[in-house]
């Protein structure tokens, strides 16, 4: 099945600086690659998405970008504010089931 | 809000009772996935149905685990003879009409074994 790997699994920056979260992912079928926010107590919330015909997308301050021939995505927000404070998580898919393969999670914590 | 439902929101019960949870999910779609979360852990695929099919099941759903789906609308997830093992987040997701590979979370059921 798909292995999902994520860097790091903590991470503290400056408000206002931006945050970079990697993963990687195992099986080259694999063609969408969702992130989620998590808060404590919460369910994930979809943030941004990426499928494999396309190599970057921005949302806001949240871009995330998508390496095929290297099997890695990544997680790209700029400008953090504290209520980015959360866990968040990667996972890939592939087109016949759709079912997540998650990585383990980064938290990010936002300093003031 | 995802639109998706689940309850309870908690349930805390004693090793060897039954639980059983509920997922209401975005309406009018065929899909919908059972995933379970540990403290400090991603979510993890237990299941998934296609209307009121069931189409896979993970190793990590024993024999204990049951889930349903009539008429293709809400989902039940049971638990008999629960071990403190099977202390987790559960979670239930749906893909909305317009995009199938896109999955939203419902609040999850948060289960706790004595």
């Known amino acids: 099945g798909e292995n999902v790997e994520q860097h790091p699994s903590t991470l503290s920056v400056q408000e206002g600086d931006s945050a970079v979260i990697k993963c990687t992912y195992s099986d080259s079928a694999s063609n969408y690659f969702p992130w989620y926010k998590q808060e404590l107590g919460k369910g994930p919330q979809l943030i941004i998405d990426?499928?494999?015909?396309?190599g970057e997308k921005k949302d806001q301050r949240i871009a995330v970008t998508l390496n095929k021939t290297a099997k890695h995505f990544s997680l790209h927000i700029t400008e953090t504010q504290p209520e980015d404070s959360a866990v968040y998580f990667c996972?890939?898919?592939?087109?016949?089931?759709?079912?997540?393969?998650f990585g383990a999670g980064t938290t990010v914590t936002v300093r003031a | 809000d995802t639109g998706v439902s689940q309850n309870p929101r908690h349930k805390i019960t004693k090793r060897g009772q039954n639980v059983t949870f509920r997922c209401d999910p975005i309406?009018?779609?065929?899909?919908l996935y059972w995933y379970r979360q540990t403290l400090g852990q991603g979510p993890e695929f237990l299941t998934y149905f296609q209307n009121e099919a069931q189409l896979e099941k993970s190793r990590l759903l024993s024999d204990r685990f049951s889930a349903e789906r009539p008429k293709g609308s809400f989902s039940t997830l049971e638990i008999q003879r629960t071990e403190q093992g099977d202390s987790a987040m559960y979670l239930c997701a749906s893909p909305t009409e317009s995009s199938t590979d896109t999955q939203y979370f419902g609040p999850g059921t948060r289960l706790t074994v004595l």
């Open positions: 996972a890939a898919s592939m087109e016949d089931d759709y079912k997540l393969s």
């Open positions: 990426i499928r494999s015909n396309v």
């Open positions: 309406s009018e779609h065929n899909r």
